[in-house]
């Protein structure tokens, strides 16, 4: 389904930003305005489109810094609301006390109260919302019952004009988020062949095949891929080490925005900036090494041939 009509906008690159920079980090400290300001001067060269995973002070400044400065993009803005219930299958610890799960749904209505908020306050920038991200998977720390996510897009479309959607993988849109799928203006999926043991000559029809194994499921709904990326380093925990690096990074975007362009797929690039927040304490964390750019905003091979094009 052509994306562009469904949303109300314009063909463009898409990619996921998250400006934290080294000794910043979530609920911790946030990216300045200036140094948000030099992030999107970076990214105004190649990308459109902007995906933000949570309404806080970090995502505010954004939506301030665009503004303020007259950029030229347009934000898909989420509300990243946290665990609800217990999951037991998570392997690095999704299991709270029940004083913190019910303490946790207040959080998430504040969130959803503030994505609403943000959304009415930026009508001009911020063109879709979602109500969670990855938080229905079989594996997440942070699992969200279906039926209250459901709920969270209700209180959504009633009060922001903006499509709203859920950010989650591919496979749990087959079959248990069906209900969400219906509630929702438009799917978004994510794809990632590199932690599902794809090599790169595979990578890019595994993709493929995961998008249309959802497409095909819900062919009267639109459906984005907000999340697909290579990881530049591994340190052998998911990922084999000598499955990642910049060669293979810069071949899989390059393939990924090709077939993006000519299907006519809004995809979202996972993603701009290295992160060494993220994951464990290791260095080689996979989690750390998703940019396009280096955590001190160099780029890696895939933009040096890229960038300005």
Request: charged share 25%.
């Amino acid at each position: 389904m052509n994306y562009t009509k469904a949303l109300n906008i314009e063909a463009g690159n898409a990619i996921c930003y998250s400006g934290y920079r080294k000794g910043q980090w979530p609920g911790g400290s946030s990216p300045s305005y200036d140094e948000i300001k030099e992030d999107l001067l970076i990214l105004q060269k190649n990308w459109k489109y902007l995906r933000l995973y949570d309404c806080n002070e970090h995502s505010e400044m954004v939506l301030e810094v665009i503004r303020k400065e007259k950029f030229d993009f347009k934000v898909m803005l989420g509300a990243y609301i946290v665990a609800e219930a217990n999951n037991y299958g998570c392997p690095w610890g999704g299991t709270y006390s029940e004083s913190k799960l019910e303490e946790n749904k207040k959080i998430n209505i504040k969130l959803i109260k503030k994505l609403i908020r943000l959304a009415n306050e930026y009508p001009d920038i911020v063109f879709s919302l979602s109500a969670g991200n990855e938080a229905c998977v079989d594996w997440t720390d942070h699992f969200v019952p279906v039926e209250n996510v459901i709920n969270y897009v209700r209180m959504i479309k009633k009060e922001a004009k903006q499509p709203v959607t859920f950010c989650e993988n591919y496979l749990p849109w087959l079959d248990k988020m069906k209900d969400l799928a219906e509630e929702v203006d438009f799917i978004s999926i994510h794809t990632y062949p590199v932690w599902e043991y794809k090599r790169i000559h595979e990578a890019m029809d595994y993709t493929v095949s995961n998008y249309l194994s959802v497409a095909n499921a819900y062919p009267h709904k639109p459906v984005v891929i907000t999340e697909a990326g290579w990881t530049t380093f591994s340190n052998g925990k998911g990922i084999y080490p000598s499955n990642v690096n910049e060669d293979f990074q810069r071949i899989y975007y390059n393939d990924l925005v090709e077939w993006s362009e000519k299907e006519n797929v809004l995809t979202f690039v996972f993603e701009a900036f290295d992160e060494s927040w993220k994951g464990s304490d290791d260095m080689l964390e996979p989690e750390k090494h998703w940019g396009l750019f280096t955590e001190d905003r160099k780029p890696k091979k895939v933009m040096q041939e890229n960038l300005g094009n």
